[in-house]
Protein backbone atom coordinates (compact mmCIF):
# COMPACT_ATOMS: atom_id res chain seq x y z
CA UNK A 1 0.00 0.00 0.00
CA UNK A 2 3.06 2.36 0.53
CA UNK A 3 3.14 2.69 -3.71
CA UNK A 4 -0.12 3.81 -3.93
CA UNK A 5 -0.34 7.89 -2.90
CA UNK A 6 -2.08 9.25 0.15
CA UNK A 7 -4.74 10.78 -2.28
CA UNK A 8 -6.01 7.06 -3.30
CA UNK A 9 -5.12 5.10 -0.63
CA UNK A 10 -9.10 4.77 0.89
CA UNK A 11 -10.13 3.91 -2.00
CA UNK A 12 -6.51 0.88 -2.25
CA UNK A 13 -8.44 -0.28 1.38
CA UNK A 14 -11.60 -1.19 -0.16
CA UNK A 15 -10.31 -2.22 -3.11
CA UNK A 16 -7.87 -4.80 -1.74
CA UNK A 17 -10.86 -6.06 0.83
CA UNK A 18 -12.91 -6.62 -2.32
CA UNK A 19 -13.36 -10.26 -2.58
CA UNK A 20 -11.86 -11.99 -6.08
CA UNK A 21 -14.65 -13.64 -7.44
CA UNK A 22 -17.23 -12.33 -10.34
CA UNK A 23 -20.39 -10.19 -7.98
CA UNK A 24 -23.34 -8.73 -9.17
CA UNK A 25 -23.65 -5.16 -8.29
CA UNK A 26 -25.93 -5.63 -5.35
CA UNK A 27 -23.20 -8.19 -4.07
CA UNK A 28 -20.53 -5.43 -4.64
CA UNK A 29 -22.26 -2.77 -2.51
CA UNK A 30 -23.03 -5.01 0.00
CA UNK A 31 -19.81 -6.07 0.21
CA UNK A 32 -18.07 -2.36 -0.07
CA UNK A 33 -20.80 -1.69 2.83
CA UNK A 34 -19.27 -4.79 5.14
CA UNK A 35 -15.83 -3.32 4.23
CA UNK A 36 -17.20 0.26 5.68
CA UNK A 37 -18.54 -1.28 8.59
CA UNK A 38 -20.57 1.81 9.83
CA UNK A 39 -23.84 2.53 9.53
CA UNK A 40 -25.42 5.01 7.49
CA UNK A 41 -22.71 4.46 4.63
CA UNK A 42 -24.74 3.61 1.88
CA UNK A 43 -24.18 6.68 0.50
CA UNK A 44 -20.33 6.20 0.32
CA UNK A 45 -21.28 3.01 -0.64
CA UNK A 46 -22.37 3.83 -3.90
CA UNK A 47 -19.51 6.78 -4.37
CA UNK A 48 -16.88 3.37 -3.99
CA UNK A 49 -18.58 1.85 -6.30
CA UNK A 50 -18.60 4.44 -8.62
CA UNK A 51 -14.85 5.54 -8.16
CA UNK A 52 -13.87 1.87 -8.42
CA UNK A 53 -15.83 1.57 -11.68
CA UNK A 54 -14.32 4.53 -13.16
CA UNK A 55 -10.76 4.13 -11.99
CA UNK A 56 -11.24 0.54 -14.10
CA UNK A 57 -10.12 -1.14 -10.52
CA UNK A 58 -13.25 -2.77 -10.80
CA UNK A 59 -14.56 -3.94 -14.32
CA UNK A 60 -17.89 -4.55 -15.43
CA UNK A 61 -18.62 -7.20 -17.51
CA UNK A 62 -22.25 -8.69 -18.83
CA UNK A 63 -24.35 -7.45 -15.80
CA UNK A 64 -21.44 -8.63 -13.28
CA UNK A 65 -18.17 -6.91 -11.59
CA UNK A 66 -14.86 -7.87 -11.49
CA UNK A 67 -11.93 -6.65 -9.04
CA UNK A 68 -9.04 -6.41 -11.22
CA UNK A 69 -6.12 -7.94 -10.71
CA UNK A 70 -3.96 -5.54 -9.82
CA UNK A 71 -5.12 -1.92 -8.85
CA UNK A 72 -4.70 1.12 -11.68
CA UNK A 73 -2.07 3.15 -11.41
CA UNK A 74 -3.12 6.59 -9.98
CA UNK A 75 -2.17 9.63 -12.16
CA UNK A 76 -0.60 12.90 -10.64
CA UNK A 77 -2.39 15.52 -10.30
CA UNK A 78 -2.07 17.97 -13.29
CA UNK A 79 -4.42 21.13 -11.45
CA UNK A 80 -3.36 24.41 -10.58
CA UNK A 81 -0.06 24.59 -8.40
CA UNK A 82 1.25 21.62 -9.62
CA UNK A 83 4.56 21.45 -11.91
CA UNK A 84 2.94 20.11 -15.22
CA UNK A 85 0.41 22.70 -14.37
CA UNK A 86 2.46 25.44 -14.44
CA UNK A 87 4.73 24.59 -17.41
CA UNK A 88 1.83 24.49 -19.23
CA UNK A 89 0.54 27.27 -18.59
CA UNK A 90 3.61 28.87 -19.55
CA UNK A 91 3.73 27.26 -22.52
CA UNK A 92 0.38 28.91 -23.35
CA UNK A 93 1.15 32.46 -22.18
CA UNK A 94 4.52 32.19 -24.18
CA UNK A 95 2.99 30.68 -27.23
CA UNK A 96 0.43 33.44 -27.00
CA UNK A 97 3.13 36.54 -26.46
CA UNK A 98 4.40 34.93 -29.57
CA UNK A 99 1.42 35.44 -32.13
CA UNK A 100 0.72 38.73 -30.43
CA UNK A 101 4.51 39.56 -31.18
CA UNK A 102 3.81 38.60 -34.74
CA UNK A 103 0.46 39.98 -34.99
CA UNK A 104 1.72 43.27 -33.83
CA UNK A 105 4.85 42.96 -36.42
CA UNK A 106 2.20 42.83 -38.90
CA UNK A 107 0.32 44.97 -38.34
CA UNK A 108 3.08 47.37 -38.46
CA UNK A 109 4.40 46.24 -41.37
CA UNK A 110 1.12 47.30 -42.66
CA UNK A 111 0.88 50.56 -41.30
CA UNK A 112 0.57 53.79 -43.06
CA UNK A 113 2.87 55.05 -40.67
CA UNK A 114 5.99 52.27 -41.79
CA UNK A 115 4.71 52.91 -45.22
CA UNK A 116 5.83 57.05 -44.83
CA UNK A 117 9.22 55.63 -43.14
CA UNK A 118 9.95 53.41 -46.07
CA UNK A 119 9.57 56.35 -48.31
CA UNK A 120 11.26 58.78 -46.23
CA UNK A 121 14.32 56.42 -45.80
CA UNK A 122 14.21 55.73 -49.85
CA UNK A 123 13.92 59.90 -49.79
CA UNK A 124 16.84 60.26 -47.30
CA UNK A 125 19.08 57.53 -49.20
CA UNK A 126 18.89 59.25 -52.91
CA UNK A 127 19.77 62.52 -51.14
CA UNK A 128 22.88 60.55 -49.11
CA UNK A 129 23.64 59.38 -52.92
CA UNK A 130 23.31 62.73 -54.74
CA UNK A 131 25.28 64.42 -52.57
CA UNK A 132 27.88 61.60 -52.89
CA UNK A 133 28.17 61.96 -56.25
CA UNK A 134 28.19 66.01 -56.59
CA UNK A 135 31.30 65.55 -54.11
CA UNK A 136 32.97 63.05 -56.76
CA UNK A 137 32.47 65.48 -59.06
CA UNK A 138 34.02 68.67 -57.06
CA UNK A 139 36.78 66.37 -56.64
CA UNK A 140 37.42 66.08 -60.29
CA UNK A 141 36.82 69.39 -60.78
CA UNK A 142 39.55 71.98 -62.84
CA UNK A 143 40.46 73.86 -59.86
CA UNK A 144 40.66 70.69 -57.64
CA UNK A 145 43.17 69.47 -60.23
CA UNK A 146 45.07 73.06 -60.63
CA UNK A 147 45.16 72.82 -56.11
CA UNK A 148 46.47 69.43 -56.64
CA UNK A 149 48.97 70.19 -58.71
CA UNK A 150 50.23 73.43 -56.95
CA UNK A 151 50.32 71.39 -53.54
CA UNK A 152 52.53 68.35 -55.39
CA UNK A 153 54.77 71.14 -56.85
CA UNK A 154 54.96 72.78 -53.79
CA UNK A 155 55.99 69.26 -51.86
CA UNK A 156 58.72 68.73 -54.34
CA UNK A 157 60.26 73.00 -54.10
CA UNK A 158 58.92 73.79 -57.57
CA UNK A 159 57.15 76.77 -56.56
CA UNK A 160 59.60 78.95 -56.99
CA UNK A 161 61.07 80.08 -53.35
CA UNK A 162 64.26 79.63 -53.15
Do not use: C
Not at 29 to 57: C, F, K, N, V, W
Not at 150 to 158: D, T, V
Amino acid sequence: MSAVPQRAQRLYAVWSALPDGPLTERQLEEAILRILHRPGAQADASAYLAMLTDSRAVVATNGTFQKATEFPKVPEPAGPGTQEYDRQTALMAARQEEEFDRSAEEAFRNSPQNTARIELIALIDARIDERILELRRLADSAAIRTARQFARAEQRGENGAG
